[in-house]
């Protein structure tokens, strides 16, 4: 392995010259570079992270649907207490206003 790098960073000198063939070896992976097995463990260490991700998201998905059910529900009874207060609201209002026009019209007979 390190004489396949030293070929390698001879010939980069050769092509580049010495400071491009430095900094290009220097992103290079040090002594042990990755396999093909490092890349299959690390697809799936992935791949069980992602599954893990998307179970979470799902489950999240599922409690957001109930939410937003329970707030749909909510609503709905909120308007429907809304309307049943402002009919109540109007009948105490006009008959209020039906016992003071019949006092003042009582009133108006006496005087």
């Known amino acids: 392995m390190l004489e ?6 001879a010939r980069l ?3 580049l010259g010495d400071v491009p ?3 290009l070896m220097s992103y290079l992976p040090g002594d042990h570079p990755a ?3 490092d890349l ?3 697809r799936a260490g992935l791949d069980s992270r992602m599954d893990r991700i998307e ?3 799902d489950r999240f998905e599922d409690r957001m649907e109930r939410l937003e059910s329970r707030m ?3 609503s709905d009874r909120f308007h429907t207490e809304l309307r049943a207060q402002t009919r109540t609201f109007v009948v105490a ?3 209020s206003s039906a016992t003071i026009a019949a006092a003042v019209v009582a009133a108006a007979a006496i005087l």
């Not at 396949?4 to 960073?9: G, I, K, M, N, S």
Request: charged residues 20%.
């Open 21 to 23: 063939a430095a900094t």
């Open 55 to 57: 179970a979470r998201m």
């Open 35 to 37: 396999t093909s097995t």
């Open 72 to 74: 749909v529900d909510l």
């Open 93 to 95: 209002s006009l008959g």
């Open 13 to 15: 000198t050769e092509v």
């Open 40 to 42: 299959s463990d690390l």
């Open 4 to 9: 396949a790098r030293t070929a390698l960073y």
